[in-house]
C-alpha cells in the first residue's frame, strides 16, 4: 500500500489549519469554533440539555464554523450525519464523525468523501470512503484512506492517485505569495452570465474553453457546477467555491488544446506565452497560470476583468 506525505503547506492548504495549535478544552477545532456553530441547517438536531451539547446533526446537515482569527475564512462542513462526543465536563466536543457525502470546504480547498473523523484529543482528521482533495496545490488528489495530523501538519494518503500536484505553488505559503493571476471573486463582473456560458458551451459537442474547463474538473466538482442555480449570483460561500476550482483548471499545463479556442481572438501576451511553450516545450508554473487566466479572459471577456500586470 502506497503512502503520499505532504508537509505543512498542504495540510493549512487543505484544511487551514491555524497557526495556534488547538486546545480541546475550550471546544476549538484548528482555530476554528466547535463549540459555536454558525448557519446550521439540518432535517434532525439533537441536544443534550444536561451536558448543553450537541449529540448529533443529520438529515442533511449543513454547518459553517468561524475561525478565532477574524481575518480568515469560514470553514462549510456537510454531510448525512454529524455525531458528536462530548465528555461529561461539559467542555467542547471529543470528537465528530461526518457521516455520507462528506464535504469539506474552505477558501483554499474542498475535500470530499463518504466518512470523516475529527479527534479533538489527538488532533488528527481521518477520512475514508473514497477521500478527494481539490485545492490550487492538488487536483483530483484521492486515495483509500487519508489521515491528517493537524499538529505536525502532516498528511498520509494510502494508495494515492493525483491529477496533478504542484509543490513549487504550495511552497509560497500565504496570501502574501499568491499568483497574481489567479482569478479572485470580484474578477467576475457577470457571474450569471459566467455561469450560463460555460454550462451552454460544455453541453454541446464541439470542443470550446467551457468544455475545456468543466472536462478538467473532477466528476465530483462537475456535478456540484452543472447543478448551480442559474440566472443569478452566487452566494459569498459558493462563489469561493467556485474561484478555488477554477483556479486549479487555471493551473494545468494542458488546460490549452487549440480547437477550443478557434476562433477567439488571444492578446499579444498569450500569444507569446504560447510561442514560448511551442519553442521551448514548457512553461514554469508562473507562466503556466498566466497564459490560462489570458486564455480564461478571451473566453469569457464579457464576464471577467483583466488581469493586471505583463508576462516576466
Known sequence: MRAFRVLMFAAAVILAAANEPANPAAGTSSGYEVSRIKNLRAGRLEINLKKGAIESISAGADITLESRDPSQPPLRLRADEFQFTNPETGAGPEKIVLIGNVIIDHQDGTITAGHAEWNQKTQTVIL?????????????????????????????????????????????????????????????????????????????????????????????????????????????????????????????????????????????????????????GALGPTEVTRLNRLLFEAAFSNETVPVSGQTG
Open 128 to 280: 475514508t470512503e473514497k477521500p478527494v482533495i481539490n485545492s490550487p496545490v492538488a487536483s483530483g488528489l484521492r486515495g483509500s484512506r487519508m489521515e491528517l495530523d493537524l499538529e505536525s501538519g502532516q498528511l498520509i494518503i494510502d494508495s494515492a492517485e493525483a491529477e496533478s500536484v504542484s509543490v513549487s505553488n504550495a511552497s509560497r505559503g500565504d496570501a502574501g505569495g499568491r499568483d497574481p493571476a489567479l482569478l479572485r471573486a470580484t474578477d467576475v463582473r457577470d457571474w450569471p452570465g459566467l455561469l450560463s456560458k460555460i454550462k451552454a458551451q460544455g453541453a454541446k459537442s464541439e470542443a470550446s474553453p467551457g468544455k475545456r474547463i468543466l472536462t478538467l474538473l473532477t466528476a465530483d466538482v462537475r456535478k456540484q457546477f452543472l447543478n448551480l442555480p442559474e440566472n443569478q449570483t452566487p452566494d459569498d460561500e459558493t462563489r469561493a467555491v467556485i474561484i478555488r476550482q477554477l483556479n486549479s483548471v487555471l493551473q494545468r499545463p494542458e488546460f490549452y488544446e487549440e480547437s477550443a479556442w478557434q476562433g477567439i481572438t488571444l492578446s499579444p501576451d498569450a500569444s507569446a506565452l504560447l510561442k514560448k511553450r511551442a519553442d521551448t
